[in-house]
T-cell receptor
Framework: DVKVTQSSRYLVKRTGEKVFLECVQD?????MFWYRQDPGLGLRLIYF???????EKGDIPEGYSVSREKKERFSLILESASTNQTSMYLC?????????????FGDGTRLSIL | AQKITQTQPGMFVQEKEAVTLDCTYD???????LFWYKQPSSGEMIFLIY??????QNATEGRYSLNFQKARKSANLVISASQLGDSAMYFC?????????FGKGTLLTVNP
């Protein structure tokens, strides 16, 4: 089974802090994704990566950056956290082999910015 | 741009009955996949089932089936013999080029 592990289930940080959310997958997947989920808005893509050191902006990249130095690890960085970044953050991975490959998700990180 | 519409914010079903969750999509891509995910209150997103746009037969996976009508651009999820553990948010998603666009979800409540 695919295992996507996010470093924290719950995280509380202060406004202005630099925040790191870590995600690791164990299936040698090429693609990795970061989403945020807010009530009534569904899942929105922040960034994704289709290879090591490669990244692409999603729908809402403002205020975020990412890092992918190793294939199995994809980090989301909040450069200067703000209260409107309080949200549920979900990491996912998928393979590029074949069509219609599902994304597999981690358990999510509930981030609160005070 | 892709758009996914789930018109039912909430649905109720009696235990052991079948339920259909609606999903329509809008894309100009010639080839794409359609996916359903379940999100219990604990928060994790669980992949349930997928359908390729060129697949001739509707996908099935245990109690889940996907009613795919390409001309109508609909991909409804059917859950047969509902169980209490099926109570969750359900998200429809459409994918092309390894990116997914999600609907806003339907909250399913299964009553005993």
């Amino acid at each position: 089974d695919v295992k996507v592990t996010q470093s924290s289930r719950y995280l509380v940080k202060r406004t202005g802090e630099k925040v790191f959310l870590e995600c690791v997958q164990d299936m040698d997947h090429e693609n990795m994704f970061w989403y945020r989920q807010d009530p009534g808005l569904g899942l929105r893509l922040i960034y994704f990566s289709y290879d090591v050191k490669m990244k692409e902006k999603g729908d809402i990249p403002e205020g975020y950056s990412v890092s992918r130095e190793k294939k199995e690890r994809f980090s989301l960085i909040l450069e200067s956290a703000s209260t409107n970044q309080t949200s549920m953050y979900l990491c996912a991975s998928s393979t590029s082999q074949g069509l219609y490959q599902p994304q597999h998700f981690g358990d999510g990180t509930r981030l609160s910015i005070l | 741009a892709q758009k996914i519409t789930q018109t039912q914010p909430g649905m109720f079903v009696q235990e052991k009955e079948a339920v259909t969750l609606d999903c329509t999509y809008d894309t100009s891509d010639p080839s794409y996949g359609l996916f359903w995910y379940k999100q219990p209150s604990s928060g994790e997103m669980i992949f349930l089932i997928y359908q390729g746009s060129y697949d001739q037969q509707n996908a099935t996976e245990g109690r889940y089936s996907l009613n795919f009508q390409k001309a109508r651009k609909s991909a409804n999820l059917v859950i047969s013999a509902s169980q209490l553990g099926d109570s969750a948010m359900y998200f429809c998603a459409q994918g092309s080029n390894y990116k997914l666009t999600f609907g806003k979800g339907t909250l399913l409540t299964v009553n005993p």
